[in-house]
């Protein structure tokens, strides 16, 4: 069974850009997390999509959505990129609330 | 405000030591507790603990939870280098909440 995918791997953006992050769940997994890591604020906790809604939800601002389809694949977007934004983006996915998540391998988004 | 803890931060010993981790948390309406080993990119995960006093074993690794006094501890023996890792905590609720500590990185020296 393959794992979590996230792509791109890498992004480079400059500030006020926006950006667009995709991962594709493991196959019947219908849970996406994503996590945002940095070093100093360890993994902070974005939003969970569960069946295409959205079930809760960090303490980030308005310019950080996301979305879920209906093949459970998930999208964040960033909109109006600052300098703080530069971390590691990650997904996960679980099959229900009861399971453990399985993580991608992440996207690295440099704000320049 | 939900939130887990994990101390030390960091730790640094020798191949063959033992070592243990810790994670304390207050959340409420706690469901499960898991741990994670990151080494370069993603979390992998290791041990989810829902009832208290059952040790979960791996090879090397074993994990215990205590919902009495709200922490966990993750004890790894006989340390190799591949062991080096920074191991993450997270807390579970029944609002399908996750919430993770900020981890101990261990260095283990040959």
């Known amino acids: 069974k393959a794992g979590v995918t996230q792509t791109p791997r890498y992004l480079i953006k400059t500030r006020g850009q926006q950006v667009t992050l995709s991962c594709s769940p493991i196959?019947?997994?219908?849970?996406v997390s994503w996590y945002q890591q940095t070093p100093g604020q360890g993994l902070q906790f974005l939003f969970e999509y569960f069946s295409e809604t959205q079930r809760n939800k960090g303490n980030f601002p308005g310019r950080f959505s996301g979305r879920q389809f209906s093949n459970s694949r998930s999208e964040m977007n960033v909109s109006t990129l600052e300098l703080g934004d530069s971390a590691l983006y990650l997904c996960?996915?679980?099959?229900?609330?009861?399971?453990?998540?399985?993580f991608g391998p992440g996207t690295r988004l440099t704000v320049l | 405000e939900d939130k887990v803890v994990q101390s030390p931060l960091s730790l640094v010993v020798h191949e063959g030591d033992t070592v243990t981790l810790n994670c304390s948390y207050e959340v409420t309406n706690f469901r499960s507790l898991l741990w994670y080993k990151q080494e370069k990119k993603a979390p992998t995960f290791l041990f989810m603990l829902?009832?208290?006093?059952i040790e979960k074993k791996s090879g090397r690794l074993s994990s215990i939870l205590d919902k009495k006094e709200l922490f966990s501890i993750l004890n790894i023996t006989a340390t190799q280098t591949g062991d080096s890792a920074i191991y993450l905590c997270a807390v579970m609720n029944r609002d399908d909440k996750i919430i993770f500590g900020k981890g101990t990185r261990l260095h283990i020296l040959p």
């Open positions: 196959s019947g997994h219908r849970s």
């Open positions: 829902t009832s208290s006093g």
């Open positions: 996960a996915s679980r099959l229900s609330e009861y399971n453990e998540q399985f």
